[in-house]
């Protein structure tokens, strides 16, 4: 059998190393030959479910065991596999399906909704497997242990040249595209991490990054080439609390981090904890702050933070820093077996300290896009064409200063000087002018003969830029400002004092109230289901009220975020100082900590606002919390009352009990979307009359001619979204 295949590899390195605890996840070790003992399993019960050789598996899971087993499992039978990060959209994660041409899904219970309402648009998906399937999961969905308890099997024979794995990368014009990944490509890149690189010198290493992305084959094609054992502790979500926590615990040794996750991990009190094990951080994905590092280095002396490089085309590695000599604001030598060169607009190889565009020649590199016959543009003459813009040194170090794979509101603009289907390149200045007039804002360009061109995009006043960390609670995304995080915390249920009216902990030595954000922004008394949780991630938001521990599902990352404020007729909710936009336009919050403070102390009181006259009876239907609320405080300030759905059919259920004056409805909602709402309704007679609003992140002139068709009365593009066109649009349609 042909030894680059990765499924071979998987064994040799079982022999190699022998018996041993290699993985720890939430308190339990798990061996590498009960690991591999589960994937043989799983293949076989893969095999029986029709996936065969040459498939498409689609990965969608928070991080757990089962990502690996999954991997070694397709491989095994011979498919590759697709993993997928857990931001994807619904959309996003329909268009991969059918796109790939994927035959199977493996996702985690909170993510099977997604899954459930994209399969139902790609007929070519068979299974779908879910760890710890509920037991109403679907008529498609298999439980991953029922699967997994087949006898063990064979390798299916599959040669080097076959793909091993079909990633999506993040697409700058129109759709993301397949790069599809030999085993030869994932074997080289295991192969190629230097043995004396700092990552290779550390034997236990600190896992909070998705495993279910090309980051997750990295990590399982280094650990194929390992020349002795070594221990992974996995987190299922980034916790800078829980990260402390069980580096102090395990004495870890390395770790490998983003740059907004060590930026979090400074708001810790990392002094106060034994971190001294700590030796290696591994950071990649984005530029790291010089002040960010300079920081965290001198509070955890006994680390060293090393800046790599790589891209989804090179089978993600391309270059690292050394363990003796790295140097700060590089991203290192190439790696062993590749080769990087600078290279002008025209192909001209420039010297070093010249800036242009980062190109590579490498046994990861891909061979062309999936689906996309002509790849000539970023291969061409043999160069991997990265789309990066950066510079060597006079000692081969690689220099990264622009990103043009940036999407635009994810990073920065770039001007390249027209709009094309290669994944990965600049937008250009049309894309810049659509965000501008996106933020009712302008762009101006002025040339000077001689001087060069000066570029300046002109917002309102009214945005502005604040870092903020974004948290996530009952699948709602909300933004914190950073200056008013005193700190984040891990708390379990026996940390909780409570009482009748209240909840407090002991941060510091002193109580503050506990408050679950969930129940902050819908208005609720104590939810049973509260009492059953093990713990929480909380954040110490701190204001001239005092502190509060606000408690979430999840700390996602801190950010820049551009706040667009709301006006004063829209705050009907005190916590919500502001929104801003997403990358799919969608709206986010930004909560007001005084005013959570505030909330938290009076855990039990209501917002007292005068109620105004109320008139025609909105239904809001969105199954986003962030923009029922929005909608909800709009309509109500201008006196008109309202009912949410968080679905259609329960919209519908709803509009079949009630006489509503209008129905404001989503396009995008997991079972019935807002078209088919909006059909239905227009072929009832009792409900045909009442006028319909369409909100949708969808602004293609075939949605808007669907959305005509199905009947509503108007059409409103989330990205946007004006109150006042909204208000004229209600009072037009229902007084």
């Known amino acids: 059998m042909d030894n680059e295949n990765l499924a071979r590899q998987a064994e ?14 939430q308190g339990v070790w798990h061996t590498n030959t009960a690991m591999a003992d589960r994937a043989s399993r799983l293949a076989t019960g893969f095999a029986a479910l029709g996936l065969g050789p040459g498939d498409r598996l689609l990965v969608l899971m928070a991080n757990c065991p089962e990502v690996q087993i999954t991997y070694t499992a397709a491989w095994r039978a011979g498919a590759a596999v697709t993993p997928l990060i857990f931001l994807v959209s619904e959309d996003e994660l329909g268009h991969a399906l059918v796109d790939a041409g994927a035959v199977g899904v493996v996702t985690t219970a909170e993510f099977l909704p997604k899954v459930n309402a994209a399969v139902a648009g790609a007929p070519g998906v068979r299974f779908v497997v879910c760890v710890d399937a509920p037991a ?15 006898a063990p099997g064979s390798i299916v024979a599959r040669s080097g040249s076959d793909m091993a794995a079909l990633l999506y990368t993040g697409g700058t014009t129109g759709r993301s595209k397949g790069v599809p990944l030999t085993h030869a490509n994932l074997n080289w890149c295991g192969q190629a991490v230097d043995p004396e690189s700092a990552t290779a010198r550390v034997t236990s290493h600190l896992i909070p990054l998705p495993l279910a992305h090309a980051y997750g084959l990295l990590v399982l094609c280094i650990g194929l080439h390992r020349k002795e054992p070594s221990q992974m502790y ?117 010297a070093a300290g010249q800036d242009g565009e980062i190109c590579v020649r490498s046994p990861g590199v891909m061979s062309g896009y999936w689906n996309t016959p002509d790849a000539s543009q970023v291969l061409a003459g043999g160069w991997l064409h990265t789309g990066d813009i950066g510079h060597l040194d006079q000692d081969g170090y690689l220099y990264v ?11 920065g603009f770039t001007t390249k000087n027209s709009v094309d289907e290669i994944s990965g390149r600049g937008i250009g200045l049309d894309a810049a002018r659509e965000v501008a007039e996106r933020l009712k804002g302008r762009l101006e360009m002025r040339s000077e003969p001689g001087a060069g061109t000066t570029i300046e995009i ?36 026996s940390d909780v004092a409570r009482t009748v009216e209240s909840e407090t902990i002991l941060f510091d030595g002193e109580p503050v109230p506990f408050l679950p954000l969930n129940r902050a922004l819908t208005s609720a008394v104590f939810a049973s289901h ?57 709206p986010q919050l930004l909560l007001d900590p005084a005013a959570l403070v505030a909330r938290a102390w009076r855990a039990q009181a209501r917002d007292a606002e005068p109620a105004a006259k109320k008139r025609a ?88 001619r669907r959305g005509e068709q199905a009947g509503a009365s108007a059409y409103i593009v989330k990205g946007e979204f004006d109150q006042n066109y909204l208000l004229r649009m209600t009072k037009e349609l229902v007084g």
């Open 458 to 493: 002109r917002v309102p006043v009214s945005l502005s830029a604040l870092m903020a960390l974004e948290v996530e609670s009952a699948n709602t995304v909300a933004a914190i400002p950073i200056s008013a995080v005193r700190r984040t915390v891990r708390i379990a249920a």
């Open 234 to 350: 996995l987190m299922r979500w980034f916790d800078p609390a829980g990260w402390v926590a069980l580096v102090e615990e395990h004495q870890i040794q390395g770790t490998a981090l983003v740059p907004s996750m060590i930026a979090m991990l400074l708001t810790q009190p990392l002094e106060e904890h034994d971190l001294s094990a700590l030796t290696t951080v591994s950071s990649g994905a984005a530029p790291l702050p010089a002040e960010v590092r300079r920081q965290f280095q001198a509070r955890v002396p006994s680390a060293t933070i090393y800046e790599g490089y790589g891209c989804t085309e090179s089978a993600t590695i391309i270059s690292s820093n050394p363990a003796d000599r790295p140097r700060h604001g590089s991203v290192g030598l190439p790696v062993p077996g590749c080769e990087v060169s600078i290279q002008s607009d025209t192909g001209e190889l420039l």
């Open 401 to 411: 200063v622009d990103r043009k794979k940036d999407l635009i509101l994810r990073g």
């Open 530 to 586: 509260e009492t059953k949780r093990q713990a929480w991630s909380a954040v110490i938001v701190e204001s001239s009220e005092g502190r509060a521990a606000i408690a979430v599902d999840r700390l996602r990352a801190a950010a820049n975020i551009v706040v667009r404020p709301l006006p004063r007729s829209a705050r009907s909710s005190a916590l919500v100082s502001g929104a801003s936009l997403n990358a799919e336009g969608d």
């Open 12 to 25: 040799l390195a079982l022999d190699r190393l022998g018996e041993h605890n290699s993985l720890f996840y």
């Open 617 to 704: 009876c909105v239904l809001v239907i969105d199954d986003s919390l962030t923009t029922r609320m929005l909608e909800q405080s709009i309509l109500e300030s201008a006196g008109y009352e309202v009912e949410v759905a968080t679905s259609a059919e329960e919209g519908l259920e709803k509009a079949r009990a009630r006489q509503y004056g209008l129905f404001l409805v989503d396009v995008e909602m997991p079972g019935m979307n807002g078209f088919e709402f909006v059909s239905r309704t227009r072929a009832d007679a009792r409900l045909g009359k009442t006028p319909a609003i369409l909100v949708t992140s969808r602004n293609a002139p075939e949605d808007r």
């Open 136 to 150: 109403d999961a679907g008529q498609l969905v298999h439980d991953f242990a029922d699967v997994a308890s087949a």
